[in-house]
């Protein structure tokens, strides 16, 4: 593997579990996290990104049993950081321990109002082909937020509508490749999202994946130039981003499964370009 320019933000499972339900994912599975099992599981991942990029890692905190998932830690491009703004009380322990981590850094860090739900980058994702932002709102984020990122980041913001409590962030069902290519399970959004994709993404570069490969979380991928990082995919996902010309690496994530996470939700990317 290739290594690349890009830079991921990872916190190691330390404290993690399942101990409270936020999303179906977490039904029948709190206290029954393997954890042996869950930091093998992590520790593959973060080996496999060592090889692609580099990976900077951010000290777990007790009491944040979902503070693995950095990809919920904010949004970042440049050096200007919004910190998330947790739906669930469970969460909101993250934000300080996130905000800190960037100042100390010498980021630029702003906060959403504690009244606007903003869940970073699970809820949105920069486009690869221009300066647009694709926004989910429905199930964490409100989409009144809108307005404060575009301010924010002096971006076009696409909002899209979720609709299937499974897919609860938008990085659960959609990815950005690099390349200008993505990949989305297109009953995840309303009627009028879908229309939306479909309008602004032409049909060559829009890979809609089966209900198997979204339910393995195979769109929650990390992406490294032409490398995507899932849990798991169908031979069918494996041969049309091949075709592509993107190699797809499984790595067993399934301790964070359990949680309603995989392989992008446990990363952030530190190294989103400003644009030109």
Request: with cysteine.
């Amino acid at each position: 593997m290739q290594r690349t320019r890009h830079v991921f933000l990872m916190c190691p499972p330390e404290f993690f579990d399942v101990s409270y339900i936020i999303n179906p994912w977490m039904h029948g599975n709190v206290r029954k996290i393997d954890n042996a099992l869950a930091k093998k599981q992590w520790r593959s991942l973060y080996d496999v990104l060592c090889d692609l990029a580099t990976v900077r890692l951010v000290l777990p905190q007790p009491g944040t049993p979902d503070m693995v998932f950095t990809a919920n830690a904010g949004l970042l491009r440049g050096n200007t950081f919004l910190v998330s703004r947790f739906r669930y009380p469970e969460r909101q322990a993250e934000e300080p321990y996130f905000a800190d981590w960037f100042m100390d850094r010498g980021f630029d860090v702003t906060l959403m109002p504690r009244d606007m739900p903003f869940e970073g980058a699970g809820d949105a994702l920069f486009d690869r082909g221009g300066n647009r932002l694709w926004m989910a709102y429905g199930h964490r984020s409100v989409l009144a937020s809108k307005a404060k990122i575009e301010k924010c980041f002096d971006t076009e913001v696409v909002p899209l509508k979720l609709t299937d409590q499974r897919f609860y962030h938008l990085d659960t069902c959609f990815c950005a490749l690099e390349g200008g290519n993505f990949i989305y399970y297109p009953p995840a959004f309303d009627a009028a999202s879908q229309k939306t994709i479909e309008k602004r993404i032409p049909a060559a570069k829009r890979i809609a994946i089966s209900e198997e490969d979204a339910l393995a979380f195979a769109c929650n991928a990390v992406n490294a130039g032409k490398t995507l990082v899932v849990n798991r995919a169908s031979a069918a996902f494996v041969a049309d981003l091949g075709a592509k010309g993107y190699d797809v690496v499984q790595t067993p994530l399934t301790e964070f499964m359990k949680a309603g996470g995989s392989a992008k939700c446990l990363t952030l990317r530190l190294d989103e370009p400003a644009p030109a």
